[in-house]
């Protein structure tokens, strides 16, 4: 009976050393779980082992009274009903797991006890009073929201729904699926080999596993080339995307924040006025107005590179938009097809000055077809600009992040992540009436045009006066969006022309009408309008 015994031992031994189990379920050669935390056996090298019990192989397998489950199945199946995997890029739909997966949970779902097998009815303890799997990674438990789905079918149909993911028919020899075509966990993991740790079935150092299946890279922006960067197979904190971080801004601020060669955006999310990246950027975000990384970035493919307005800078990769005529596109060509995906029929931020024409669809306001606009969809319609820097024509064009962005350009990251300027601008823009002209109070206008010129009365003889002698600030007259055509006149609302109706008010001596200005020319025009207490009616602007 001794020798009996040494002789199963033995057979034990060289199973556990020799035999694999594919993700068809079939025996094959293989390494051995000798020295791999699967050895659950008083000589396993894990940090969870059984008190006594030296058979390597009882855990999962027994030769006899095993269960139906092939291969000589030795754990009983997790009975509960999981929570699985749903996010709004999954084309797939993964129902309750199936297979190798639920053999898999049984241990890695923390519901059975590690020591409960089928051929015996006594438990196997474990060291340390262990029972279950302990709470760790490598626990699951019965959420499965937050891990990689498995158990969907993965054929040419699903592959034709969705670009990103590769034809199973191209599959390397390890990565495989179970007989149903399904992609189950041992399409990923082999139990009986740890060679390139995680149990995975190939090295996953560069992400050639990840890529295997899925076909989402071509940027070359180091830190962005590996999965793992941003990304967690397991117990994701994120849930959907299984993103590193609870959404996408804590995911890209782990490296974004300074630590490495990569921009500082962290310091600029840090600031008064930011882009809001609290909750992830998903349609079942409960929050719809919150603005993700990914709504702007589209990271897989992100470049580095130059570019000038109005096209896409290649560090928005290829990321969709909506055109200024406010259809869909993808991927966007221009940078202000990005912003239009908010800032247009949504109209995801309030105007924090009262206009006399209020439009809330930034889209419509820089509309080709409006009746004046900084020139960001198209050039300008003013052809007469004298106060234009030396690097700026009516014929140029501008960036939405020529105005929108960093406040310390140098020293953050630039774009349009935070500033302590509102509404998240890259320089002082004064609003409040009664403000004092300084360089440094307009120093956002000043960036295009010429101070001296504009004090100097160069394109309207009365700047100075307003500006230096009345304390109005450039907003109580100027729009610096633009003004759409359904509710402007090219009479009334040239030249960005939209009053602050907190400042200016209807004329008393024109029977309480207006404000308004009426376009005579070429640098000529009337106003009727109360403003600072002094009343013009129909007063002549003309140079």
């Not at 052809?383 to 953050?412: E, F, I, M, Q």
């Not at 009334?492 to 008393?508: A, K, R, T, Y």
Request: charge should be negative; hydrophobic fraction near 30%; include cysteine.
């Amino acid at each position: 009976m001794k020798a009996l015994t040494v002789i199963l031992s033995a057979v034990v031994i060289v199973s556990a050393v020799f035999l694999s189990v594919s993700a068809e379920g079939q025996i094959g050669q293989g390494a051995s779980i000798i020295d791999t935390p699967h050895n659950l056996s008083v000589t396993g090298p894990g940090p969870i082992v059984a008190a006594t019990e030296q058979r390597v192989c009882v855990f999962c397998h027994t030769p006899h009274a095993a269960s139906p489950v092939h291969p000589l199945w030795n754990r009983f199946e997790p009975v509960g009903a999981y929570t699985v995997y749903s996010s709004s890029s999954l084309d797939a739909v993964p129902g309750q797991p199936t297979g190798t997966s639920k053999m898999c949970l049984s241990c890695h779902d923390g519901t059975i006890a590690l020591g409960s097998v089928v051929s015996q009815g006594q438990v196997i303890q474990m060291s340390g009073g262990v029972t279950t799997m302990p709470i760790s990674d490598a626990n699951l438990q019965t959420d499965l929201s937050d891990d990689h789905p498995v158990s969907f079918r993965y054929d040419s149909v699903l592959a034709g729904q969705d670009p990103k993911l590769r034809s199973p028919a191209g599959l390397p020899a390890d990565v495989r699926l179970d007989t149903n075509q399904e992609l189950q966990c041992t399409t990923c993991h082999d139990a009986h080999d740890n060679t390139f740790g995680d149990f995975t079935v190939m090295d996953n150092t560069n992400s050639q596993l990840c890529n295997s299946c899925h076909q989402i890279l071509s940027t070359t922006v180091t830190g962005h080339e590996n999965c793992q960067g941003c990304h967690k197979t397991h117990t994701a904190p994120s849930g959907p995307f299984l993103l590193n971080g609870v959404n996408d801004r804590a995911a890209c601020l782990a490296c974004h924040d300074g630590t490495t060669s990569g921009p500082n955006i962290a310091a600029d999310m840090g600031k008064l006025f930011v882009h809001d990246t609290d909750s992830i950027s998903d349609p079942l975000d409960p929050i719809p107005d919150h603005v993700g990384c990914a709504d702007c970035h589209e990271p897989h493919t992100i470049d580095t590179g130059q570019a000038a307005a109005p096209n896409i800078h290649p560090n928005f990769g290829s990321v969709d938009g909506i055109t200024s005529s406010g259809a869909p596109v993808s991927p966007a060509q221009f940078e202000f097809e990005v912003c239009f995906k908010c800032h247009d029929d949504q109209a995801a931020v309030q105007p924090w000055i009262s206009r006399e024409i209020v439009n809330n669809n930034t889209r419509e306001e820089f509309s080709p077809s409006a009746i004046s606009f900084h020139p960001v969809t198209t050039t300008g319609r003013n052809n007469d600009v004298p106060s234009l820097k030396p690097a700026w024509t009516v014929s140029s064009r501008v960036y939405c992040t020529d105005c929108h962005g960093s406040d310390s350009p140098g020293s953050g990251a630039g774009g349009a992540h935070g500033s302590s300027f509102r509404p998240l601008l890259l320089a002082r823009y004064d609003t409040t009436d009664h403000t004092t002209e300084s360089a440094s109070a307009y120093a956002l206008c000043y960036r295009c045009h010429e101070r001296n010129s504009i004090l100097n009365d160069d394109s309207f003889k009365e700047h100075d006066k307003h500006i230096r002698g009345e304390d109005t600030p450039c907003s109580v007259c100027h729009d610096a969006h633009g003004i759409d055509s359904v509710a402007g006149t090219t009479a009334n609302n040239s030249h960005l022309i939209n009053f602050d109706n907190s400042v200016v008010f209807p004329s008393p001596k024109a029977g309480n009408v207006g404000p308004f200005f009426i376009d005579q020319g070429n640098r000529s025009g009337t106003c009727t309008l109360l403003c600072h207490g002094e009343d013009h009616d129909d007063e002549n602007y003309n140079n």
